[in-house]
């Protein structure tokens, strides 16, 4: 679902059109939601604001939360 152009565009934008970035960041990703461990989406929005800006982490929430929608998940919490 996250390599949806719609996506990757706002994604890659966020990242200043760095391709590396953003494979960078797809990395991060794999491995935050492939692990054994569950990770709550805020300490992942945390991290990606941290490794790869603020405006990256707001273009994910915002992409997490339409994601949530789309497959009818309520999440009560903070997500920016």
């Not at 390599?3 to 494979?23: C, G, H, V, Y």
């Not at 992942?44 to 990256?56: A, L």
Request: proline share 1%; glycine share 4%; hydrophobic share 40%.
């Amino acid at each position: 679902m996250i390599n949806d152009i719609r996506f990757k565009t706002a994604l890659l934008e966020s990242l200043s059109w760095d391709e590396d970035q953003l494979q960078a960041l797809y990395e991060y990703l794999g491995h935050a939601f492939n692990t054994d461990m569950l990770t709550h989406p805020e300490a992942i929005i945390n991290d990606i604001t941290k490794h790869f800006g603020e405006s990256t982490g707001e273009c994910f929430a915002e992409i997490l939360k339409e994601v949530m929608d789309t497959y009818n998940l309520k999440y009560t919490g903070d997500i920016n």
